[in-house]
T-cell receptor, first 115, second 113 residues
Framework: DAGVIQSPRHEVTEMGQEVTLRCKPISGHNSLFWYRQTMMRGLELLIYFNNNVPIDDSGMPEDRFSAKMPNASFSTLKIQPSEPRDSAVYFCASSWTSGGGNEQFFGPGTRLTVL | AQSVTQPDIHITVSEGASLELRCNYS??????LFWYVQSPGQGLQLLLKYFSGDTLVQGIKGFEAEFKRSQSSFNLRKPSVHWSDAAEYFC???????????FGKGTMLLVSP
């Protein structure tokens, strides 16, 4: 398996622009997670999906952030409009969750810079 | 609610020396415990995990960790550190019935020659 795939790997944009980050989870996994990593705040869970349904989006910082999972093999995280404080590395992870607590497999991340 | 504490932000170890990274968790029931490693510019990679059974867990790259319920700890160890082990290490806790993991803030390992 190719692992979790994220695109783009790097994104540089200007304040106010829309940004869309993409994720393809590992085939057969039923849970998908979006994280944000910064020096100041560490690794933060933004939202997670189970069987394509958003379960907990309490980590989404503002209404400017939205996430979708239209099918089991694709998810997007959108920021509109983007702001400099959104600059971070965004990770997507997936897992097979049956009874819960299973390990998550991380993608390589998207480094977002908002100027 | 679950929580994870990694008390050391940075640790410097000489190459060839032994390593122990500390992790303490807070959770009322039996936790699921994980150690991940993140090399610069990379995603997190699972080193090892504990769900149940033997409290000493072996992982990849020569790492091991020991679950101590009485101390609420899951410390990561390696007998001899290599320069390629320089990275950031994250401890995480999960639980039965929950899909999410709670991560510690990480420990940055520096390896000196």
């Amino acid at each position: 398996d190719a692992g979790v795939i994220q695109s783009p790997r790097h994104e540089v944009t200007e304040m106010g622009q829309e940004v869309t980050l993409r994720c393809k989870p590992i085939s057969g996994h039923n849970s998908l997670f979006w994280y944000r990593q910064t020096m100041m705040r560490g690794l933060e869970l933004l939202i997670y999906f189970n069987n394509n349904v958003p379960i907990d989006d309490s980590g989404m910082p503002e209404d400017r952030f939205s996430a979708k999972m239209p099918n089991a093999s694709f998810s997007t995280l959108k920021i509109q409009p983007s702001e400099p404080r959104d600059s971070a590395v965004y990770f997507c992870a997936s897992s097979w969750t049956s009874g819960g607590g299973n390990e998550q497999f991380f993608g390589p991340g998207t480094r977002l810079t908002v100027l | 609610a679950q929580s994870v504490t990694q008390p050391d932000i940075h640790i410097t170890v000489s190459e060839g020396a032994s390593l122990e990274l500390r992790c303490n968790y807070s959770y009322g029931a039996t936790p699921y415990l994980f150690w991940y490693v993140q090399s610069p510019g990379q995603g997190l990679q699972l080193l090892l995990k504990y769900f149940s059974g033997d409290t000493l867990v072996q992982g990849i790259k020569g790492f091991e960790a020991e679950f101590k319920r009485s101390q609420s700890s899951f410390n990561l160890r390696k007998p001899s550190v290599h320069w390629s082990d320089a990275a950031e290490y994250f401890c995480a806790v999960g639980a039965m019935g929950y899909s999410t993991l709670t991560f510690g803030k990480g420990t940055m390992l520096l390896v000196s020659p």
